[in-house]
């Protein structure tokens, strides 16, 4: 088992790995059972030794192996590894680092975030689960964000947040917003806006390197406008949009899950019966219009795989998947039936929570059903189900 993962570090550094003594002492003394972040664990603690032994004349290890195992740790285990040395510190701050580490990520099992927004002060409504999280085994419990309303996300293992700071005001509807990345508990917050309703979507602008929001504002039927903020100046500009979001009885719903792609974020627009795609790139800031599907009922916005997508639900619990193959071009793809409410989609995954508050998948490809380990209560009562990859990326 250890030569299995030793030969699928680069083959580089094979030629140069450290003394054969060491290898046999190393897979003869930690590998009673062996998973695979166990044996980079180890490769960390003879590194270690390495370190000490530079002092006495002796090679170090290769600080390019440092980088390559590195790259495979899950994120709670680098946040420690920062205080082993100078060079890891640096090492696991630098933003291509951070850039390869979510690259790496991408192809690791997802995490669940549930969030209970009716759960009591005194205790903790938001969990953390990985994918393949077993019956049982206990998830992570963390604390609310006070007043928190509505989490949109994730990109890139981030999270946009919206509280409401004042209530008790019909007139104003006033709200702030967060950006939070549950992996590191970092938190940034944004501009507050006087507002009466908001729809928001973020994400990694793909020219700039640089992670943008993006509101839409309506006040009343008064007025429209829209906003977008940089994370890298840490201000917000606004700018008009030249689609008219709520007149003639129009009105802007948001995705079941994430709802950005190829630079864009996407939100689903009706007019009666009559639907629509709203998207907005990043990149130039415009809005775009694009038609929708003919003769569907009520339908929810989602990505399948790397198309947009639209999920009608109908009264007789079957479904199907409307697949945007170019702008304005739709197929009917998938029928299936659903006798559950989803809580999100991912993938092509529904995320459904059964009648004994089991939190479950249902692939709509091969129409197989997944547990995903997770059982409570909680998932029965107002609780959004969110997906995310852990990721380092930093807020500050």
């Not at 090679?59 to 390559?68: A, I, Q, S, T, V």
């Not at 529904?350 to 089991?358: A, F, P, Q």
């Not at 909680?378 to 990721?391: F, T």
Request: with cysteine.
């Amino acid at each position: 088992q250890w030569h299995y993962h030793f030969l699928h570090l680069p083959q580089s550094y094979q030629s140069r790995f450290f003394p054969i003594n060491f290898c046999v002492l190393f897979a003869c003394t930690n590998f009673g059972t062996l998973d695979p972040y166990f044996f980079y664990f180890d490769l960390l603690r003879l590194h270690l030794l390495y370190i000490g032994s530079s002092k006495i004349g002796r090679r170090p290890f290769p600080e390019d192996l440092d980088g390559e195992i590195l790259l495979r740790l899950p994120v709670k285990s680098l946040l420690r590894f920062k205080c082993v040395c100078k060079n890891w510190y640096v090492l696991i701050k630098s933003p291509a680092f951070i850039r390869k580490h979510l690259n790496c990520s991408k192809n690791k099992p997802s995490q669940f975030m549930i969030y209970d927004y009716n759960a009591r002060d005194d205790s903790p409504p938001i969990a953390l689960i990985p994918e393949n999280h077993g019956d049982g085994e206990s998830p992570d419990y963390i604390h609310r964000f006070k007043g928190m309303t509505n989490v949109i996300g994730s990109v890139d293992g981030l999270f946009l947040l919206q509280r409401e700071i004042d209530p008790e005001n019909r007139y104003m509807q006033i709200f702030a917003m967060a950006l939070w990345n549950p992996s590191t508990r970092e938190v940034r917050h944004l501009p507050h806006h006087k507002i009466q309703y908001t729809h928001c979507g973020f994400r990694l602008d793909p020219l700039t390197n640089d992670y943008k929001v993006v509101y839409y504002n309506f006040h009343c039927g008064e007025y429209e406008y829209a906003a977008v903020y940089s994370c890298s100046t840490d201000s917000c500009r606004n700018i008009t949009p030249k689609i008219k979001f709520y007149s003639y009885g129009r009105s802007l719903h948001e995705s079941y899950g994430t709802a950005y792609l190829n630079g864009a974020y996407y939100w689903l627009l009706s007019e009666g019966l009559k639907y629509s795609i709203v998207l907005f790139d990043f990149s130039n800031e415009v809005f775009e219009e694009i038609e929708g599907p003919d003769d569907i009922s009520f339908s929810s916005l989602i990505l399948l795989d790397d198309s947009v997508a639209l999920l009608p639900f109908y009264g007789n619990c079957v479904h199907d998947i409307w697949v945007m193959i170019q702008p304005g071009v739709w197929n009917k793809r998938f029928t299936f039936q659903c006798f559950t409410y989803p809580r999100t989609w991912y993938s092509s995954c529904l995320i459904l929570v059964t009648k004994r508050s089991r939190l479950v998948s249902y692939n709509v490809r091969t129409t197989k059903t997944r547990r995903l380990g997770f059982c409570h209560p909680v998932l029965r009562r107002n609780c959004g189900v969110y997906v995310y990859k852990e990721s380092l990326v930093t807020l500050k």
